[in-house]
């Protein structure tokens, strides 16, 4: 497993901490993601989530962080070094993103039964697009975008196998695909705001 990255860049009303193992004594709240999984433990991601009063918000005693705080346990994808592993803020401040072994999970902190576990297994590539309040999730053959309350978009196939982001600017987000029918490189081009492939310009 490739090892845990920490991407807060977008704000967020949470604090959490990526434990190198489950805790002897478990909070009162935890949580399993998926739910069906079996065996979860096994290799599992283990996050203990903290979520704070945002500013503005009335805090109630139950709100305490001692009262509010859970272990998120997050089933293992792929022991591959290429699958990540770590955890991401997102558009939605009230939502936290973890990634164990190319599994994606957005898991609300305010309700934490509440969550998506996104259906690339696995992503490849998880990139804050901050100017697009977006996070694009790299798998094979596509990009998926997860906006402030749900999926952006998605786009078309960019890939046979293998998709590599080049960089994002200018609401932009360029990149190279492998075709098998040319068994070569290609460039793409994707329009951030909705997912749409456009000329790539070379250079």
């Not at 967020?12 to 990526?18: D, G, K, T, V, Y």
């Not at 934490?112 to 100017?131: G, I, K, S």
């Not at 196939?157 to 492998?178: A, C, F, M, P, Y």
Request: hydrophobic share 40%; net charge negative.
């Amino acid at each position: 497993m490739s090892t845990p990255v920490v991407d807060f860049s977008f704000p967020r009303h949470w604090q959490a901490e990526i434990l190198a193992a489950r805790p002897a004594i478990l909070p009162a709240r935890r949580y399993i993601y998926p739910r069906q999984a079996e065996e979860v433990e096994r290799g599992a991601l283990e996050v203990l989530i903290r979520p704070d009063t945002a500013p503005g918000r009335e805090h109630r005693p139950e709100q305490s962080p001692g009262a509010q705080q859970f272990l998120a346990t997050c089933a293992l994808g792929f022991r591959d070094p290429a699958a990540p592993t770590g955890i991401w803020s997102t558009p939605n401040p009230e939502e936290i993103c973890a990634v164990s072994g190319g599994y994606a999970y957005l898991i609300d902190t305010t309700a934490p039964e509440r969550f998506t576990m996104l259906p690339y297994r696995p992503v490849l590539e998880v990139l804050p697009a901050v100017v697009g309040r977006l996070l694009l999730f790299v798998g094979h053959r596509s990009i998926l975008a997860w906006g402030a309350t749900a999926q952006a978009w998605e786009s078309e196939k960019l890939s046979d196998e293998g998709v590599t982001i080049i960089g994002i600017e200018g609401g932009i987000v360029r990149g190279t695909g492998w075709e098998m029918r040319t068994d070569r490189e290609s460039a793409f081009a994707v329009n951030l705001q909705n997912g749409q492939r456009i000329p790539a310009i070379p250079g």
